[in-house]
T-cell receptor, first 113, second 115 residues
Framework: DTAVSQTPKYLVTQMGNDKSIKCEQNLGHDTMYWYKQDSKKFLKIMFS???????INETVPNRFSPKSPDKAHLNLHINSLELGDSAVYFC????????????FGPGTRLTVL | AQSVTQLDSQVPVFEEAPVELRCNYSSSVSVYLFWYVQYPNQGLQLLLKYLSGSTLVKGINGFEAEFNKSQTSFHLRKPSVHISDTAEYFCAVTRGVQGAQKLVFGQGTRLTINP
């Protein structure tokens, strides 16, 4: 059984398009996250939701909008895609306590042409 | 603000040799430290974590790390590596946020095991 799943795994699109990445976790966790990993493998947190409430919102262009329809899902919508958005996007989840392990999805590789 | 520095971007070693991946952190408050591993084309997986207590922490796959407060370090070690340990390794520090955990990652160290 997949704990944290993301769709799609690969996404190739043109500049200016709007796209969404979906994430689902079946671990019963309260908290979900989105991370961006750039071409140099640097990982940076973008957003976090706890029980559908946004609690971490890093300095991210407002073209990026997370949406959490329920505790098990956290989707990432990106408007007006730019070349610099090309990266691997990881979803993760954790129990609500602060210092627990985060469980990561397999990643979505976004390529903007 | 918290930050993490991984001193080596790449570490090549021979199979069955020991390895140490170095990590230094800076933080003005108590820290909680983690090592994650990323195998090729996969997500991250927790190797081990230090929250409190014993400064020597044992993790999965034979890895261990030592928290050194005076040197602000959390180096990762394994006495004998295998080809399957080839991966990217990330050190991270966290600042707890109510209901969540904000991980700040280092730049990563690519461990390459040669036969």
């Amino acid at each position: 059984d997949t704990a944290v799943s993301q769709t799609p795994k690969y996404l190739v699109t043109q500049m200016g398009n709007d796209k969404s990445i979906k994430c689902e976790q079946n671990l019963g966790h309260d908290t979900m996250y989105w991370y961006k990993q750039d071409s140099k493998k640097f990982l940076k947190i973008m957003f976090s939701y706890n029980n559908k409430e946004l609690i971490i919102n890093e300095t991210v262009p407002n073209r990026f909008s997370p949406k959490s329809p329920d505790k098990a899902h956290l989707n990432l919508h990106i408007n007006s895609l730019e070349l610099g958005d090309s990266a691997v996007y990881f979803c993760a989840s954790s129990p609500g306590h602060r210092y627990n392990e985060q469980f990561f999805g397999p990643g979505t590789r976004l390529t903007v042409l | 603000a918290q930050s993490v520095t991984q001193l080596d971007s790449q570490v090549p070693v021979f199979e069955e040799a020991p390895v140490e991946l170095r990590c230094n952190y800076s933080s003005s408050v108590s820290v909680y430290l983690f090592w994650y591993v990323q195998y090729p084309n996969q997500g991250l997986q927790l190797l081990l974590k230090y929250l409190s207590g014993s400064t020597l922490v044992k993790g999965i796959n034979g890895f261990e790390a030592e928290f050194n407060k005076s040197q602000t370090s959390f180096h990762l070690r394994k006495p004998s590596v295998h080809i399957s340990d080839t991966a990217e390794y990330f050190c991270a520090v966290t600042r707890g946020v109510q209901g969540a955990q904000k991980l700040v990652f280092g730049q990563g160290t690519r461990l390459t095991i040669n036969p």
